[in-house]
């Protein structure tokens, strides 16, 4: 049965029988970055040598290059030349729109997510531009190589349309009706069974890792770190990396704070876990904080976070969601500090009005700026707290971490 499935994924692209680079391309409203990083970190416990192209700068072999347009295109030649083996692409939709992609030019494709399904998401504006970005990702998919969906999201699920390439979905649960279609039409997807993360191909089926053992999602608490997960290993299975090196990776992978900045990074600080994230709108936060919720053994939850972060469409259902999930909020109004717009009166009072709406609101300390916003936290964390940063000034709060943490 193992051998069956590894079998299955088939060798990287011969450049001068398909005359096509082995080129990654990776789409989606969010988890581009994880899922690329992480991809990345199974390849290189498989020997493989790699460019990656993310929202932080273009690496080769694990350096980061000075640049972003000229090293990436050095790096295709050097790919097209033999000397690295693969090059990941996360693509940003906007650029993707405007430019365009070429038609049948990436071996390998991964979308992420839409809305998650959520319908007020899917009709604000920017949704347009990621919809038209993601069909051109799908397009641009090589017909001899594939395709990896989120058949959790039905937009992304949907996009499969767009390519003659294999497709392999991924699921959080293996009942999920477009992975037992898939399935029984004896094609491969990867989902999770009895809590284990499980490679599929028709009736065979390979358990590859617990996901409590996902180190990005602690414990497997965090759903949407869980699915990047999933993405990344359909599309290492595909490349012909093996379970046993999969389940290694995952184990050891976390959020890098150096090359994903804001991206979920987990910190460990006098016995608490403190995470570095980031609100891109109601349903990322509404994710983020329900993950967290579900994190077990927590004496408490903190959060800080400034209101000028938020749109004010958003501020009372996140204000909401932060009632309903901490034991206390520290906000501060640095934004000023940094140059930005101070909140508006009515963005703060729609927040604050939310959070004490709550059946047991939590303990609200308003502070000055973001510093004082961090010392406090760092001052009450015990053993067994759970702390969340949204933060204004991610280079402030990324050294003011990891400087108590290497004490």
Same mark, same amino acid.
């Given at each position: 049965?193992?051998?069956?499935?590894?079998? &299955?994924?088939?060798?990287?692209? *011969? !450049?001068?029988?398909? *005359?096509?680079?082995?080129?990654?391309?990776?789409?989606?409203?969010?988890? #581009?970055?994880?899922?690329?990083? =992480?991809?990345?970190?199974?390849?290189? *416990?498989?020997?493989?040598?790699?460019?990656?192209?993310?929202?932080?700068?273009?690496?080769?072999?694990?350096?980061?290059? !000075?640049?972003?347009?000229?090293?990436?295109?050095?790096?295709?030649?050097?790919?097209?030349?033999?000397?690295?083996?693969?090059?990941?692409?996360?693509?940003?939709?906007?650029?993707?729109?405007?430019?365009?992609?070429?038609?049948?030019?990436?071996?390998?494709?991964?979308?992420?997510?839409?809305?998650?399904?959520? +319908?007020?998401?899917?009709?604000?504006?920017?949704?347009?531009?990621?919809?038209?970005?993601?069909?051109?990702?799908? +397009?641009?998919?090589?017909?001899?190589?594939?395709?990896? =969906?989120?058949?959790?999201?039905?937009?992304?699920?949907?996009?499969?349309?767009?390519?003659?390439?294999?497709?392999?979905?991924? %699921?959080?649960?293996?009942?999920?009706?477009?992975? *037992?279609?898939?399935?029984?039409?004896? #094609?491969?997807? $990867?989902?999770?069974?009895?809590?284990?993360?499980?490679?599929?191909?028709?009736?065979?089926?390979?358990? $590859?890792?617990?996901? /409590?053992?996902?180190?990005?999602?602690?414990?497997?608490?965090?759903?949407?770190?869980?699915?990047?997960?999933?993405?990344?290993?359909?599309?290492?299975?595909?490349?012909?990396?093996?379970? &046993?090196?999969?389940?290694? &990776?995952?184990?050891?992978? &976390? %959020?890098?704070?150096?090359?994903?900045?804001?991206?979920?990074?987990?910190?460990?600080?006098?016995?608490?876990?403190?995470?570095?994230?980031?609100?891109?709108?109601?349903?990322?936060? /509404?994710?983020?904080? +329900?993950? =967290?919720?579900?994190?077990?053994?927590?004496?408490? /939850?903190?959060?800080?976070?400034?209101?000028?972060?938020?749109?004010?469409?958003?501020?009372?259902?996140?204000?909401?969601?932060?009632?309903? %999930?901490?034991?206390?909020?520290? $906000?501060?109004?640095?934004?000023?500090?940094?140059?930005?717009?101070?909140?508006?009166?009515?963005?703060? #009072?729609? @927040?604050?009005?939310?959070?004490?709406?709550? #059946?047991?609101?939590?303990?609200?300390?308003?502070?000055?700026?973001? %510093?004082?916003?961090?010392?406090?936290?760092?001052?009450?964390?015990?053993?067994?707290?759970?702390?969340?940063?949204?933060?204004?000034? !991610?280079?402030?709060? @990324?050294?003011?971490?990891?400087?108590?943490?290497?004490?």
């Amino acid at each position: 049965m193992t051998n069956t499935l590894e079998q &299955t994924a088939p060798p990287l692209p *011969r !450049r001068g029988a398909l *005359r096509l680079l082995p080129l990654v391309a990776i789409g989606g409203r969010w988890g #581009k970055t994880t899922t690329a990083r =992480l991809l990345e970190a199974m390849l290189q *416990r498989h020997a493989m040598s790699l460019a990656v192209w993310t929202d932080q700068g273009v690496w080769v072999n694990g350096r980061k290059q !000075r640049g972003e347009l000229i090293p990436w295109g050095e790096a295709l030649r050097t790919l097209a030349g033999g000397e690295i083996d693969l090059a990941i692409q996360e693509l940003d939709a906007r650029t993707v729109v405007a430019a365009g992609l070429p038609p049948a030019t990436y071996s390998l494709g991964i979308i992420t997510s839409f809305c998650g399904n959520d +319908r007020l998401c899917e009709a604000e504006g920017r949704a347009l531009t990621e919809r038209q970005a993601q069909l051109a990702i799908a +397009r641009a998919i090589n017909p001899q190589g594939a395709l990896v =969906l989120n058949a959790d999201d039905h937009v992304v699920a949907d996009e499969g349309d767009q390519t003659a390439a294999e497709l392999i979905y991924y %699921s959080v649960a293996r009942s999920n009706p477009i992975v *037992r279609a898939h399935l029984a039409a004896g #094609k491969r997807a $990867v989902t999770i069974s009895s809590g284990m993360i499980v490679l599929c191909e028709g009736r065979r089926s390979q358990p $590859v890792v617990s996901t /409590r053992e996902v180190a990005i999602a602690i414990g497997g608490s965090i759903v949407f770190q869980v699915q990047n997960a999933l993405a990344a290993v359909a599309a290492a299975w595909h490349l012909g990396v093996p379970p &046993t090196e999969i389940a290694a &990776t995952l184990c050891a992978f &976390t %959020s890098s704070p150096t090359g994903m900045p804001g991206a979920c990074n987990q910190f460990t600080i006098e016995g608490a876990t403190v995470i570095l994230d980031r609100f891109h709108d109601a349903v990322s936060a /509404r994710v983020l904080i +329900r993950g =967290l919720r579900k994190v077990p053994n927590r004496r408490r /939850r903190i959060v800080v976070l400034s209101e000028a972060q938020l749109p004010p469409v958003n501020a009372p259902e996140i204000g909401r969601l932060l009632g309903q %999930s901490f034991d206390q909020v520290i $906000v501060h109004h640095d934004s000023i500090q940094q140059g930005g717009a101070p909140a508006a009166p009515a963005v703060a #009072k729609a @927040l604050l009005t939310s959070i004490a709406r709550s #059946k047991i609101p939590p303990i609200v300390n308003g502070v000055a700026d973001e %510093s004082s916003a961090l010392a406090r936290l760092l001052q009450q964390l015990g053993p067994n707290d759970l702390a969340l940063i949204l933060a204004t000034d !991610r280079r402030l709060v @990324l050294r003011t971490l990891m400087t108590h943490r290497a004490r």
